[in-house]
């Protein structure tokens, strides 16, 4: 009797699907906490871009983000409902060999914190993303195997019209978070976060610890290290932020976010006054104030005036620098006076380009893209 080719014996079927299911959940999970938070995807990309020498491909992260999640999570989708396992798997195949030789020099030669390889979700190091694409690697390539004598484009008609549902539902859920904001915030800012309550807490936590900065010179290229109380970095066209690093004995790495909050005027740090109003405080986070729509700067204009209407106090948070008292009108409103705020903390904050977060003595109680106002 014939022996049976391997690929036709019935425990290696099993053993391929119980590999396909495994790749497959873990691209459909890594896929979704990425795409609902393309700007959190957009801010590993571009850590990556700078410790590779790319800063000249910044401007297209975001639309690498919204690509790259959406891949991923529709490669999930079809490895799981079996569309075109062959094709998927290639593809698949050859994510993860780019992936794991990433991590392998992030995690080495080309060091970077955080892969983000599963958003903000769970937390990896280089090394353990290293090990956890060692893992994939292997279980996708037996998946590849088992169907390479499958033709690759053979798509039936419910596979093809499976994957078109795919591309855009995978597609659509990273431009629809991009447009107005992540439906879960996992991070220090969240909807009834205490910011004063919250950055007490992680100091009390990071007593025995030192939080380090590192910033790079614009005009040099150069990186240099700042403590966390000194704020020469908070100037956004010198300092451009790579890093931040706290000792070994703390854990949780997502605190020192909550610590890096920090407002400031033409005379010094305003925080501490500004955390302390009573009532409501409307923020206007403005990343570039000449590059305001008009149909948004009608809707802060509201803002501004709700917040008269309510004898409440408003203000723009902005990263430009702020060297002497400034004032900004949006579409005709009421002066408002602009403060500081670094970059990164607002986009941590405030997952857009511009809208508004509203504090309830110092509670964070709203937030929204300015699409959304």
């Known amino acids: ?216 010179n614009r005009r040099t290229g150069k990186l240099r290290e700042f403590s966390i109380d000194d704020k020469a970095w908070h100037n956004e066209n010198r300092w451009e932020w790579v890093d931040t690093r706290v000792s070994e004995d703390v854990t949780d790495k997502v605190e020192p976010m909550i610590l890096e909050f920090y407002i400031a005027d033409d005379r010094g740090e305003v925080t501490d006054s500004l955390l302390s109003i009573k009532g409501n405080l409307y923020m206007l986070c403005v990343t570039n104030r000449a590059k305001v729509s008009a149909r948004c700067e009608e809707r802060l204009r509201s803002v501004v005036e709700q917040a008269a209407a309510e004898s409440a106090a408003v203000i723009c948070l902005t990263p430009e620098p702020v060297t002497r008292p400034t004032f900004h009108s949006f579409a005709g409103s009421e002066q408002v006076r602009c403060y500081n705020i670094d970059s990164k903390t607002m986009k941590t904050m405030l997952r857009a380009n511009t809208g508004l977060v509203v504090l309830t003595d110092g509670i964070i109680t709203r937030k929204a893209n300015c699409r959304d106002i």
């Open 1 to 216: 009797m014939a022996a049976i080719p391997l690929r036709n014996r019935r425990s290696f079927r099993l053993f391929t699907h119980f590999c396909r299911v495994l790749v497959a959940l873990t691209f459909v999970f890594s896929g979704a906490v990425k795409s609902i938070d393309p700007w959190g995807t957009a801010l590993s990309v571009n850590n990556y871009l700078v410790s590779y020498g790319l800063e000249a491909f910044k401007p297209i992260a975001m639309i690498f983000s919204i690509w790259l999640c959406g891949a991923e999570l529709m490669m999930g989708c079809m490895l799981l409902f079996k569309v075109r396992i062959r094709m998927c798997s290639t593809f698949a195949t050859a994510s993860m060999i780019i992936f794991t030789i990433i991590t392998f020099l992030g995690a080495t030669f080309i060091p970077v914190e955080d892969c983000g390889c599963f958003g903000d979700v769970v937390k990896l190091t280089p090394w353990q993303s290293f090990i956890k694409n060692l893992i994939l690697l292997p279980l996708i390539l037996v998946v590849w195997w088992r169907y390479r004598p499958d033709r690759m484009f053979a798509f039936s008609r419910l596979e093809f019209a499976m994957a078109v549902f795919f591309c855009v539902f995978s597609m659509g859920v990273g431009t629809y978070c991009y447009m107005h904001l992540p439906p879960v915030d996992l991070l220090p800012y969240k909807e009834g976060t205490n910011i004063a309550q919250a950055m007490d807490e992680a100091r009390n936590r990071q007593q025995d610890s030192e939080v380090v900065l590192v910033y790079r």
